[in-house]
């Protein structure tokens, strides 16, 4: 399922607009709209930001089983505090299969590092996308975040043609910092992606779907 838009005209319409409103510009045009959330340090924004205009919006969470305690206990809260409508994926392999064949957690420079990437997060995302067939797929990147990154924009397309949304793609730290004292919502620093380890490296996720 896609969206047939010219990205690049897109992307200069939406030039100097608010998230809220690039959010009502993408759930405009969307018929089966997803959200990806990792329950990462701010997604409460961009988790707050969607639900508001789109309640029952589904949001897919995939769940690699290596998840922090905080991480899953703020999941827990903006779950319940924000009603939201979560689809967890999870692997098809079991952690404590995976520690056993590929030894833990494989280090970013091990060859092994790509088998693990693939089984705890690119294919239960390929996965979920073929089994809900969103065309809209609002996420939270942002600029600031990798050099990969600085090369998109607010809109991109998946290979699959889904639409990608990004209405924070422009904002910083502080900004996000304002608009979660705003609306008196929780973030959570304790948080570990054993797919990118080094916090300005890419996990694969939006470079290859």
Known sequence: MSINIDIDQANKDLQGKSPAEIVAWALEKAKNPIITTNFRPYESAILHLV??????????????????DATYKFANKLIEDLNLNVVTYIPQQTRAHRDVTLGGIPGVDDAKHEVFTEQVKLEPFRRALSELKPDVWFNAIRKDQTEFRQGLDVLSQSKDGVLKVAPLFYKN??????????????????????TKVEEHRECGLHTQL
Do not use: C, H, M
Not at 58 to 68: A, E, I
């Open 51 to 68: 639900a508001k205009q789109r309640p029952d919006i589904k949001v897919l969470w995939v769940d690699s089983g290596y998840n922090t």
């Open 173 to 194: 730290d502080q900004d996000l910092d304002a608009y979660l004292e705003e609306n008196n919502l929780p973030n959570e620093f304790d948080y570990f992606d054993p």
